[in-house]
């Protein structure tokens, strides 16, 4: 056992906020192999982590951590690889402080193991000093499966299944596979390469790529399976029908979802218009309405336009409530994004068809509701308006219709969301056909869309190894 | 990647195009469209299909070069590729045995209205299509949509083809003629299609149009095309683009396309100066050449 108790977390270097808040890079530099080595020592190998408890794929916390201890980086990324196929995503993006480091016995008494910076820090390595991948030859089965959606539920359902020998095709309704961690996630929190280096690495395992396909559109479920011959079928499609707050004024110019702007800025990189054709209005004070990663997302990405001079977050509870990651609402602060809480528009009031004022009540903190938050109310005559030329809605998403429209017999519940018929294996209604990710459980998070990717993939491989499918 | 197998230009600004593309052209319907990006750097835009055989693989799309993307594209030749091509988007037109049928289209919305008359044709109905346009050289696709029609009027602003005057005034004569219509469907610029609903609801003929509002991805996902119909919140991608036309609010689509006026125009001529710069004003030599032939 070590004793490193006593040495405190190790906190990788960032950029400074009032560069950062500049440019596109990614905010957290990392760690530099001795500190991650300095980290690492304080894990006290515990004979029963409670830490894999909080992961929902089960890393092998402890051995990975030990690895990397003993500087055997390219091994702690191998043990991490046979639970987490994209530990340079999770990494950055999971919410460790309510997952694995909160469980995390070393934070009874001072700060958690960063298990989270470790796992990003061996990733980053094995990216960067690997010379080729170790690709398991594995004998032929001869099944094709289809994958619908390359967001993370796709991309890991499609490697273990080609990792098992199947041939595996992924569609893609955008022209560029990633799903959220593309068009959603900025590059200044998870880099555009990390993604692409392991879509990259699916394609070296035989997955074949069809971007620009809109299943449901081009082709049904139906179709995949009786006229092309796919033997099964994962639906990975997502949540990514943007809510609107259903106020007046939703129409003016200037006011987006945020999926809109997300996607006019990352996908389509407007930021360097006019490089880029796809333009967004230099706007020069924008609010964002909403308190989750997307709301932050949002708000960091606005700041960071040339022409913006304040990004205001409204939020209707108040800091505590905020359901985006703690490192990110600090990072926000840090950058001098402008929180004003207990915030609730009612009404977007523009001139000649452009926002110019966003009417808001204040709220006042009520009795817990079901999600055991505590419930904003009005407060009687506190309107009161900010100025803004534009607003970025972020409130969550609900669940595109196209595939489910174009496949009567796969049932979904009332909000769309694709039914499980068997948790375990992620199967749906439809024989052959399964689904995982956001589209069965609501916007939730990346690690959780690759645990349903797992086990679908595992759900596929038993199904299509039995039958004479 | 895409193959352009055909390019003509029709008339000024105007262009046809066969695309290669199998498996959109095997789905495709009426009133569907896909969405273009030309390059790496280029931007998403939606165009609709003109037509479409399962039986060659192509598609067959009008496009007026009016912005820098449409320009960009009416620089590529027969042979050339463009980068993506996602379709078929959006709900096809409702095709049913309605009885009379009056087709409206304007500008290049006559390419839109093509494919619709044809089926609308085949299901029985008797088909009137109006066709309108500033000038003659400008009303596109006569011969194929007298093909496809049982009826076709021809009107242009100058009175240079068919008779002088606005669409709207061919088809006020024939409501007045009495003839019984039992649908509209009008394609074209929004101020057309808005004052033919306007028309059409006062004598209470249901009228389609279909909204081309600005996009982006074209699966739902963004919520950029958004349109206010029958006081509620439609995605013209996926819950349209056709929408009964006496529910629409057109002032909000009319301000919502104007959003990005200032950044088409900075694109176009930056396009226009860098385009010249290399080869003196190619498209209006190139746009004269096909048309002269
Ligand atoms: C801005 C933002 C920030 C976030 N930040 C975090 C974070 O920090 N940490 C975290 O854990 N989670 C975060 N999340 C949530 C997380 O990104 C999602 O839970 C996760 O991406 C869901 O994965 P998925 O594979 O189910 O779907 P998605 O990532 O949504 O991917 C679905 C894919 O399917 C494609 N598709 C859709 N319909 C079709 C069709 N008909 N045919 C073909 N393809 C189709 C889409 O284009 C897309 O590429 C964030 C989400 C957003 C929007
Ligand atoms: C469903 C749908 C179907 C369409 N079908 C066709 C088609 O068959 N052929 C065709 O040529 N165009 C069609 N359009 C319009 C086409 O997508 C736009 O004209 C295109 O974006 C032009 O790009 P640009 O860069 O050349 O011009 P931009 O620089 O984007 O625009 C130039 C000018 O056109 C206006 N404009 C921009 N977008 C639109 C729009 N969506 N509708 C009307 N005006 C617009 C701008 O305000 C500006 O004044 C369709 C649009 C939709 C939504
Ligand atoms: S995948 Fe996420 S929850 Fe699991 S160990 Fe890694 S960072 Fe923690
Ligand atoms: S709970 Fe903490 S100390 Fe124990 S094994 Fe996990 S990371 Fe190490
Ligand atoms: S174009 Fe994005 S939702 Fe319609």
Redesign the pocket.
Known sequence: MKSGKKIPRTQPPEQKPEVRRHNFQEVSLGYTPAMAQLEASRCIQCKKPKCMIGCPVRVHIPEFIDLVAQGKFLEAAEKIKESNSLPGITGR???QEDQCEKHCVVGIKGEPLAIGKLERFVADFERLHKSGDSLIQTQPTGKRIAI????????TAAGDLAKMGHEVVI????HQ?????????PQF?LPKDVVEAEIDYLRKLGVEIKVN?????IKSLDELMKEEGFHAVFI?????LPHFLDIPGENLNGVYS??EF?TRVNLMHAWEFPRFDTPIHPHKVIAVVGGG??AL??ARTALRLPTTEKVIVLYRRSREEMPA?QE?IQHAEEEGIDFQFLTAPFEFRGKNGWLSQIACYRMALGKPDASDRRRPERIPDSEFEVKADAVIIALG?GV?P??AKSAEDLQTDSKGHIELADEDINVTSKPGVFA????VTG???????MG??KKAAQGIHEYVMKGNH | MYTILEKENLAPRVFRYIIQAPDIAKKARPGQFVIIRLDETGERFPITISDMDSNSGTLTVYVQAIGKSSLEMSELHDGDSILDVVGPLGNASEIAKFGTVVLVGGGFGIAAIHPIARALTEAGNHTLSILGARTAELVLLEDAMRKVSSEVCIVTNDGSSGSEGLVTDVLLQKIKEGIPIDRVIAIGPLVMMKSVADLTRSYNIKTTVSLNPIMI?G?G?CGACRVTVGNQMKFACVDGPEFDGHEVDFESLFNRLNSYVSEEYEARQRYIQDTQDKEPCRLEASSQTVSSS
């Open positions: 993006v999971c919410p619908i959606g390359a967001g993370p539920a796709g991309l569609f893609e309704a955008l596979p990633g799903g959220v961690l593309f068009y959603g996630i929190r396909y809109v299943i449901g559109q990975g499609t997502g949540a990514g945020a999926n997300l990663n997307t997302d949002a990651r990110e998403s595109n196209l595939i995982g990710g956001d589209i916007a939730a998070t990346v690690i959780s869309a349903a990717g | 991805d699966t996902m």
